[in-house]
């Protein structure tokens, strides 16, 4: 899951890179009366001298984000992340347009970040496959424990019947339970 939450961060820096970057060239083109953000906008307002320091803010608040999501079990903050990071796509696709209607050329910018998130994609189909070979590793061995487990009951029991003694009830109940089955 830490890989997951990694990868879910190096997207959201990416989208962040491209946000600061493109907001920065559109309010140069437009001026500060275009930016929706009415934050932003105050900020961009004293010629944006705040602009890092509120754009490590929204970089702080994520990382919280991530933390705080982290302490909460099974993949509901994975999808939390997602959604984060969905909107926050299409914040930058919006700017990107507005970019690209301020001056009628495609933003660079725009395509370092879709490589990105390519290479974003890549790492995930990777990850993924190391986590199937860990479990196809760990569904084998299980498989075989379970094999010599049964081998080894089977025995037991072929011994118990060729002494003729009966053993303690407690023993002979404790053996049953032990008798887990391990579905294939």
């Known amino acids: 899951m830490l890989y997951l ?7 959201f820096i990416i ?11 559109v309010v140069k083109h437009l001026g500060h009366e275009v930016e929706i953000n009415p934050i932003m906008r105050l900020i ?17 608040t994520f990382l919280y984000l991530i933390w705080y999501l982290s302490s909460f079990e099974g993949k509901i903050p994975f999808y ?9 796509s299409l914040l930058v696709a919006n700017n990107a347009h507005v970019y690209y209607q301020a001056t009628h050329k ?47 009951y089977s025995k037991f029991e072929i011994q118990n019947k060729s002494t003729e003694s009966e053993l303690p009830k407690d023993l002979t109940q404790m053996l049953d339970e032990l008798n887990l089955s391990i579905g294939r």
């Not at 989208?15 to 060239?25: I, N, Q, S």
């Not at 705040?50 to 490590?56: G, N, T």
């Not at 990850?127 to 196809?136: A, E, G, P």
């Open 5 to 11: 939450i990694l990868l879910v961060l190096l997207v």
């Open 15 to 25: 989208f962040w890179v491209g946000d600061l970057v493109l907001t920065l060239k």
């Open 44 to 60: 961009l307002r004293g010629r944006g001298r705040f602009i890092y320091l509120f754009k490590a803010s929204e970089l702080a």
């Open 80 to 88: 939390i992340l997602l959604v984060y990071i969905f909107f926050y």
């Open 106 to 152: 495609e933003s660079i910018i725009f395509k370092f970040i879709y490589l990105g998130l390519v290479l974003s994609i890549l790492f995930f189909i990777y990850l993924n496959y190391l986590l199937y070979k860990d479990l196809d590793t760990s569904f084998n061995a299980l498989g075989i424990a379970n094999n010599k487990y049964a081998d080894l």
